[in-house]
């Protein structure tokens, strides 16, 4: 199993110009979530979904848009991006939110300029 | 709201030594709290997570304790070895919402 991926692992944006980060999970997992995090802050929450066909909001979720395409991938957008947006982006899985742990992929380093 | 907090931020310790790590959350009504591990330019490993109704978890060299009432729990390592050495999160899963909320960690040096 590969557990929980992420493309890509880097990028570099100027403002405004929009980008897709995906995620993927091949343990077969309800719910999946995206983070960020920042130096000093810890990991926010940015948006869930909770099971194939449902998102919601998290603690940050300004800027940014979500699709659960399947029960295994769940992508994140930034359709404009701004320089406040610069940071390390995590997505995780998990099958029972109240019972399990979280498994977390690579991450993304994303760079706004 | 629920906040997590973790001290200290950061800690050097000779190999061999036993070491606690403190976590400390300000809303008792949670379902679980978990720790993780971080390696430098890495995500995050679950190391253990233990329910709102057990004490204590253990794996390994790892021992996680939970006090609910006090709002606390503590990471012990025993026998600490260089490749110990990262940042260690805790997270907890508050009793609403889907949110886990996680402490800014506490970054670990075991020297050789």
Same mark, same amino acid.
């Given at each position: 199993?590969?557990?929980?991926?992420?493309? *890509?692992?880097?990028?570099? %944006?100027?403002?405004?110009?929009?980008?897709?980060?995906?995620?993927?999970?091949?343990?077969?997992?309800? /719910?999946? =979530?995206?983070?960020?995090?920042?130096?000093?802050?810890? %990991?926010?929450?940015? =948006?869930?979904?909770?099971?194939?066909?449902?998102?919601?909001?998290?603690?940050? *979720?300004?800027?940014?848009?979500?699709?659960?395409?399947?029960?295994?991938?769940?992508?994140?957008? %930034?359709?404009?991006?701004? *320089?406040?947006?610069? /940071?390390? =982006?995590?997505?995780? /899985?998990?099958?029972?939110?109240?019972?399990?742990?979280? =498994?977390?992929?690579?991450?993304?380093?994303?760079?706004?300029? | 709201?629920?906040?997590?907090?973790?001290?200290?931020?950061?800690?050097?310790?000779?190999?061999?030594?036993?070491?606690?790590?403190?976590?400390?959350?300000?809303?008792?009504? $949670?379902?679980?709290?978990?720790?993780?591990?971080?390696?430098?330019?890495?995500?995050?490993?679950? !190391? !253990? !997570? $233990?329910?709102?109704?057990?004490?204590?978890?253990?794996?390994?060299?790892?021992?996680?304790?939970?006090?609910?009432?006090?709002?606390?729990?503590?990471? &012990? $390592?025993?026998?600490?070895?260089?490749?110990?050495?990262?940042? &260690?999160?805790?997270?907890?899963?508050?009793? &609403?919402?889907?949110?886990?909320?996680?402490?800014?960690?506490?970054?670990?040096?075991?020297?050789?």
């Amino acid at each position: 199993n590969a557990g929980v991926t992420q493309t *890509p692992k880097f990028q570099v %944006l100027k403002t405004g110009q929009s980008m897709t980060l995906q995620c993927a999970q091949d343990m077969n997992h309800n /719910s999946m =979530y995206w983070y960020r995090q920042d130096p000093g802050m810890g %990991l926010r929450l940015i =948006y869930y979904s909770a099971s194939e066909g449902t998102t919601d909001k998290g603690e940050v *979720p300004n800027g940014y848009n979500v699709s659960r395409l399947n029960k295994r991938e769940f992508s994140l957008r %930034l359709e404009s991006a701004a *320089p406040s947006q610069t /940071s390390v =982006y995590f997505c995780a /899985s998990t099958w029972n939110y109240l019972t399990d742990t979280q =498994y977390f992929g690579p991450g993304t380093r994303l760079t706004v300029l | 709201k629920q906040e997590v907090t973790q001290i200290p931020a950061a800690l050097s310790v000779p190999e061999g030594e036993n070491l606690v790590l403190n976590c400390s959350f300000t809303d008792s009504a $949670i379902y679980n709290l978990q720790w993780f591990r971080q390696d430098p330019g890495k995500g995050l490993t679950s !190391l !253990l !997570l $233990i329910q709102s109704s057990q004490r204590e978890q253990t794996s390994g060299r790892l021992n996680a304790s939970l006090d609910k009432s006090s709002g606390r729990s503590t990471l &012990y $390592i025993a026998a600490s070895q260089p490749g110990d050495s990262a940042t &260690y999160l805790c997270a907890v899963k508050p009793n &609403y919402g889907q949110n886990f909320v996680f402490g800014p960690g506490t970054r670990l040096s075991v020297l050789p």
